[in-house]
């Protein structure tokens, strides 16, 4: 059996949520982190959609490119019918990239001349109208995106977005073609291809527009968006019979010493970490004090694991706008990001060797600089913790089997205020903590 869908994701904490809604949408899915080498088909058990977690939101265009051609290029081997380029709901991207050159160089590669992009994800606030795309009540450009660390986004309107990286036509299906059903939706993808363009920003505004666009794409090589658009994409396979009975979503069967690593400065995260500071021992890391990121990462771990038995501890970086612009000025944007990240992989990997076995991170960049650190190959996709994030469970593909650890990656902005209690407190229960 070969696989129905392969979808790359730019980064890890939106590859589990792409997986996840997969997973509630009852199809079989493996997230593997970068492009396996040597794992074939066997190795992944009777998965029917495979996501590959790439770290390109933020990398060089050409980095970008060259992973998802070479995922692109494995998901093919193993088979996959469609492919799906997933990024954040929030666009999260520069004008140089790397959305629309990853886009291309997909769509080239798969011979196709149209694909639509909509990161649209209405559970968690993300809705597109008239091509401009909302976060909660406020446009993209008001709302805390606009102070990103690495992708401040200024601009709501995703059509000009879009066309700023790249050469090819932006057009726009507007709600009230959506509201007259997949049908309608098609044909507005066949007048715009007939007029050159080659991508689509497709308005939705709720669940119900996501499934009316997912039928309009179900003979679409590639297709690119948020993870709210692969809710619609399961039906398709299953009113074609590619799809077996669901498996169930199961806890990680993971005890031990639990941390949370939060390298977000995102709104949400920072309502997380200041409420979670008052329940565990925490540790504050100042970007400008890790001149020897070895050094500090062994010192931090020290402190860590010396408490390691007396319950969860928390480690972040996470600061508001104006303290992260000033660490910035001072160490550059992405030199400033490129230390933390690379801070935070080593103290994850100091924290695993040292018995810590649960691991909660928020922050994308973060979690792919964890997970990497962590040499985590693959993940099996457990219960849902808050929309969009569930638990996962590490696995390993190819040989024998490394004592498996309990991962939740949190896109800095998902996630109710308690998220990192209700995370532990959901596996103390599985494992009888
Ligand atoms: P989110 O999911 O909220 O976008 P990310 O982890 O993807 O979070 O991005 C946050 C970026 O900000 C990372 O590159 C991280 O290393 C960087 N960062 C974290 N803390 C600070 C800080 N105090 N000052 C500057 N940059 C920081």
Known sequence: MSIVLGCIADDFTGATDLANTLVKNGMRTVQVNGVPSGAGLRDLADAEAVVVALKSRTCPVHEAVKESLAALSWLKGLGAKQIFFKYCSTFDSTDVGNIGPVADSLAE??????????????????????????????????????????????????????????????????????????????????ALKQGGHRYAIVDALDDADLGVIGRAVADHPLVTGGSGIALGLPENYRRQGQLGAPAPAELPAVSG?????????????????????????????????????????????DAVLAGLNSGPQMIYSTADPDTVQRVQSRLGRNQAGDTVERFFGRLARNLRDGGVRRFVVAGGETSGAVVQALGVQAMRIGPEIDPGVPWTESLTLGSAGEEPLALTLKSGNFGAEDFFEKALAMLDERNGA
Request: hydrophobic share 40%.
């Open 109 to 190: 590669a798969l011979h196709t001349d149209f694909a639509i992009a909509c990161p649209a994800f209405p559970t968690t606030g993300r809705t597109i109208y008239k091509g401009y795309l909302f976060v909660g009540d406020v446009l993209l450009s008001e709302s805390s995106l606009k102070d990103h660390p690495l992708t401040p986004m200024r601009d709501a309107n995703l059509v000009r977005v879009l066309s700023r990286q790249t050469d090819e036509l932006v057009g726009l299906v507007e709600h009230k073609i959506v509201r007259q059903g997949s049908d309608a939706v098609s044909a507005a993808f066949g």
């Open 257 to 301: 010493p639990a941390v949370v690593i939060a390298g977000s400065c995102s709104q949400a995260t920072r309502g997380q970490v200041s409420r979670a500071r008052k329940l565990w021992p925490s540790h504050q890391v100042d970007p400008l004090s890790l001149e020897d990121v070895t050094d500090a990462a062994r010192s931090v771990a």
